[in-house]
């Protein structure tokens, strides 16, 4: 089944450390997102790419980095200067007006 | 640019009675609208869609939601509710134009339905 995998679902990072969270899809799907959510603020846009080797910043990119060297997969970077990176983190592809969106299962990332 | 309210954060309701989510939009050019659900710790799954034609539009588990343009609004309804309705519910929209770079999705904060047996 086509779908999009984010792994781990679970990390832990020591405040300081940088850490990639990983997404992939085997949708064929162009587009594809990231967004963090926090409770009671919904989901917000950290990085966005339409094409390989092509990414745009979302809302809150400060502190995130991105990479799209191919098409099947967009990893996120969380770096020491993200000041409050504990979130859930979820990534999702689109595939046109008609296929629509498709989201990953999520990461929850927590400092300690 | 566009965003999406949704003044209920939590809405609680009795099993087997009707519910209403509401989400009002603010956009200056036209827009899709969606309403997506997420049960905890999973990503989201679209429940409806409104593209273009019936301003009623009817989705998955029941779900159906009326876009009115003059109010900007896209509630969310359903007749009779179930305990598996329990979840956070979000509305969305993403532009229409074709452009490059417009179909990312703008998210409302979320209302949570809770089912109370």
């Known amino acids: 089944d086509g779908g999009i995998t984010q792994s781990p679902k679970y990390l832990f990072r020591k405040e300081g450390q940088n850490v990639t969270l990983s997404c992939e899809q085997n949708?064929?799907?162009?587009?594809m997102y990231w967004y963090r959510q926090d409770p009671g603020q919904g989901l917000r846009l950290i990085y966005y790419?339409?094409?390989?080797?092509?990414?745009q910043k979302g809302d809150i990119a400060e502190g995130y980095s991105v990479s799209r060297e191919k098409k099947e997969s967009f990893p996120l970077t969380v770096t020491s200067a993200q000041k409050n990176p504990t979130a859930f983190y979820l990534c999702?592809?689109?595939?046109?007006?008609?296929?629509?969106?498709?989201f990953g299962s999520g990461t929850r990332l927590t400092v300690v | 640019a566009q965003s999406v309210t949704q003044l209920d954060s939590q809405v609680p309701v009795f099993e087997e009675a009707p519910v209403e989510l509401r989400c009002n939009y603010s956009?200056?050019?036209?827009?899709?609208l969606f309403w997506y659900v997420q049960y905890p710790n999973q990503g989201l799954q679209l429940l409806l869609k409104?593209?273009?034609?019936?301003?009623l539009v009817k989705g998955i588990n029941g779900f159906e939601a009326e876009f009115n343009k003059s109010q900007t609004s896209f509630h969310l309804r359903k007749p009779s509710v179930h305990i598996s309705d329990t979840a956070e519910y979000f509305c969305?929209?993403?532009?229409?134009?074709?452009?490059?770079?417009?179909?990312?999705?703008?998210f409302g904060t979320g209302t949570r339905l809770t089912i109370i047996p």
């Open positions: 999702a592809s689109y595939g046109g007006l008609n296929y629509g969106y498709t």
């Open positions: 949708l064929n799907h162009d587009a």
């Open positions: 790419s339409q094409i390989v080797n092509d990414f």
């Open positions: 956009s200056s050019v036209s827009v899709y």
């Open positions: 409104y593209l273009s034609g019936s301003t």
């Open positions: 969305a929209v993403s532009d229409r134009r074709s452009n490059f770079g417009n179909e990312k999705l703008t």
